[in-house]
């Protein structure tokens, strides 16, 4: 059963910082980008942070540069969020995607997410 599961987030007064977590199961991790996806209330959702399966290359949106990093352990499965200097603009729902690296058609799963809220 292909289960990701996102943990980590809560409530955090600005300029916190988090750490956010998405633990595979039921597929072949190590073959799949990851993405994070982030909804805001109201809005649509936001692709944040993206990682190839190798892990070698990373991009994120302009608004979270240098205040997120994304990585990922491939021995556990397991993709990571750390998110820094939040700002009230942060709080959102925080999803996490994992993408075939040869497309989307070969599989494509998405976390529950896990809410960030960020009290100015």
């Known amino acids: 059963q292909v289960q990701l599961v996102e943990s980590g987030g809560g409530l955090v007064q600005s300029g916190g910082s988090l750490r956010l977590s998405c633990a595979a199961s039921?597929?072949?991790?190590?073959?799949?980008?990851i993405n994070w996806y982030r909804q805001a209330p109201g809005k649509e959702r936001e692709l944040v942070s993206t990682m190839t399966s190798t892990g070698r290359s990373t991009n994120y949106v302009d608004s979270v540069k240098d205040r997120f990093t994304i990585s990922r352990d491939n021995r556990k499965n397991t993709a990571y969020l750390q998110i820094s200097s939040l700002k009230p603009e942060d709080t959102a729902v925080y999803y996490c995607?994992?993408?075939?690296?040869?497309?989307?058609?070969?599989?494509?799963?998405w976390g529950q997410g896990t809410q960030v809220t960020v009290s100015s």
């Open positions: 039921g597929f072949p991790f190590s073959s799949y980008a």
């Open positions: 995607n994992a993408r075939h690296f040869r497309g989307s058609s070969l599989g494509d799963y």
